[in-house]
């Protein structure tokens, strides 16, 4: 009896590990191919369910969605006149394509991390002190800890006379537009390329990423059709590799979508981390208990933008989660539309009584 007992739990137990953590498909390189799909059946999700989702979707005015099961698309559905080959923005979401690209110009010996911002931006790029900027490293930046003011005027603007000195660099973590898009300018110093002909050779040669960076007032913003931020989801769900092609260093990956400082443990490198002790949030200096989307797996990371611009990676359930459209609410970073997103994917479950 016994061993039937224990045949019974190694059986679901290598069923639980089938389910959750199949080999990855990757899409043809080739947009105008077949991306494979699955039935959202085997994976014992309702259609009434799916058509709820889909209702809750269009009531908080999405235009593109997709969810990915092990790289095969699952669900994808549109709204109004929004299509497969619509363009969006990403909003800060485009953090982590950033974040990705500061990862590969290291790796290519192009820049350290730890160097200071000046060595790149020139002596002056602040409104501080030399000893002040001095102290400013590009992981300050890659982490929201500059130390400059976040609470002037405009804090997308990235003249020094809108970086002024707050704190010590690394002593205070707040969400601060200006110090991340000066990462562009990093970028472009250290490659001497500029940012979209990097972002096309690095990343969307290799993954067949379509969009490009456009400047809106300070910030540079990269546009796509939802498939594109699919793939880059894909090529995160895969630490960093496309159909065996390891696009970014594993050490820089891993540091990414992990707690990047003491401050806020829910922030990598410009990546929001789920199930984590506390987090912090835009424009505020509390620090609140817990995840800030309790409903989503522990192991989900995300880069999430305004009006709600969602890239959400699940590793150990094997899913991507897209979102794009206009906005839900009038926060900057949109946790709870993240959390009820994936509140809806739980219910989609024929086996759950909701």
């Given at each position: 009896?016994k061993?039937?007992?224990?045949?019974?739990?190694?059986t679901?137990?290598?069923?639980?590990?089938?389910?959750?953590?199949?080999?990855l498909?990757?899409?043809p390189?080739?947009?105008?191919?077949?991306?494979?799909?699955?039935d959202?059946?085997?994976?014992?999700?309702?259609p009434?369910?799916?058509?709820?989702?889909?209702?809750?979707?269009?009531?908080?005015?999405?235009?593109?969605?997709?969810?990915?099961?092990?790289?095969?698309?699952?669900?994808?559905?549109?709204f109004?006149t929004f299509?497969?080959?619509?363009?969006?923005?990403?909003a800060?979401?485009?953090?982590t394509?950033?974040?990705?690209?500061?990862?590969?110009?290291?790796?290519?010996?192009?820049?350290?991390?730890?160097?200071?911002?000046?060595?790149?931006?020139g002596?002056?790029w602040?409104n501080?002190?030399?000893?002040?900027?001095?102290?400013?490293?590009?992981?300050?930046?890659?982490?929201m800890t500059?130390?400059l003011?976040d609470?002037?005027?405009?804090n997308?603007c990235?003249?020094p006379?809108?970086?002024?000195?707050?704190?010590?660099?690394?002593t205070?973590?707040?969400?601060?537009?200006?110090p991340?898009?000066?990462?562009?300018?990093?970028l472009?110093?250290?490659?001497?390329?500029?940012?979209n002909?990097?972002?096309?050779?690095?990343?969307?040669?290799?993954?067949?990423?379509t969009?490009?960076?456009?400047?809106?007032?300070?910030d540079?913003?990269?546009?796509?059709?939802?498939r594109?931020?699919a793939r880059?989801g894909l090529?995160?769900?895969?630490n960093?590799?496309?159909?065996?092609?390891?696009?970014?260093?594993?050490?820089?990956?891993?540091?990414?979508?992990?707690?990047?400082?003491?401050?806020?443990?829910?922030?990598?490198y410009?990546?929001?981390?789920?199930?984590?002790?506390?987090?912090?949030?835009p424009?505020?200096?509390?620090?609140?208990?817990?995840?800030?989307?309790?409903?989503?797996?522990?192991d989900?990371?995300?880069?999430?933008?305004?009006?709600?611009?969602?890239?959400?990676?699940?590793?150990?359930?094997?899913?991507?989660?897209?979102?794009?459209?206009?906005?839900?609410d009038?926060?900057?970073?949109?946790?709870?539309?993240?959390?009820?997103?994936w509140?809806?994917?739980?219910?989609?479950?024929?086996?759950?009584?909701?």
């Open positions: 009896m061993k039937i007992a224990l045949l019974f739990v190694f679901l137990f290598v069923f639980t590990i089938d389910t959750f953590a199949q080999p498909y990757y899409p390189l080739s947009t105008s191919a077949t991306w494979e799909t699955t959202p059946t085997t994976l014992n999700w309702c009434e369910r799916i058509n709820n989702l889909y209702a809750f979707l269009e009531q908080e005015n999405t235009k593109g969605f997709i969810i990915l099961k092990d790289g095969k698309i699952v669900l994808e559905k549109y109004g299509t497969d080959q619509s363009l969006w923005y990403w800060s979401a485009g953090k394509i950033t974040s990705f690209l500061v990862g590969k110009a290291q790796e290519e010996n192009l820049l350290n991390i730890n160097d200071r911002s000046s060595i790149y931006l002596t002056g602040t501080c002190t030399l000893p002040q900027e001095n102290n400013i490293t590009i992981k300050n930046q890659l982490t500059s130390g003011n609470g002037v005027t405009d997308h990235t003249l006379s809108c970086l002024d000195y707050l704190a010590d660099a690394g205070r973590w707040a969400y601060h537009n200006a991340y898009t000066l990462l562009d300018n990093v472009e110093n250290a490659t001497s390329q500029n940012l002909t990097y972002t096309q050779l690095k990343l969307k040669n290799p993954t067949g990423m969009g490009g960076w456009a400047t809106v007032d300070y540079n913003v990269f546009y796509s059709n939802v594109s931020m880059f090529l995160m769900q895969g960093g590799a496309w159909n065996g092609n390891q696009l970014i260093n594993s050490t820089y990956f891993n540091e990414m979508i992990n707690t990047s400082q003491t401050l806020n443990k829910s922030y990598g410009l990546w929001w981390l789920n199930g984590k002790q506390s987090f912090m949030v424009t505020s200096q509390i620090v609140f208990p817990g995840s800030y989307a309790p409903d989503a797996p522990d989900m990371f995300a880069g999430i933008g305004k009006n709600g611009q969602i890239v959400s990676i699940a590793p150990g359930r094997g899913l991507v989660v897209i979102r794009m459209g206009d906005a839900p009038s926060s900057e970073v949109p946790f709870t539309l993240c959390n009820q997103i509140q809806k994917i739980n219910e989609l479950d024929c086996n759950l009584a909701i």
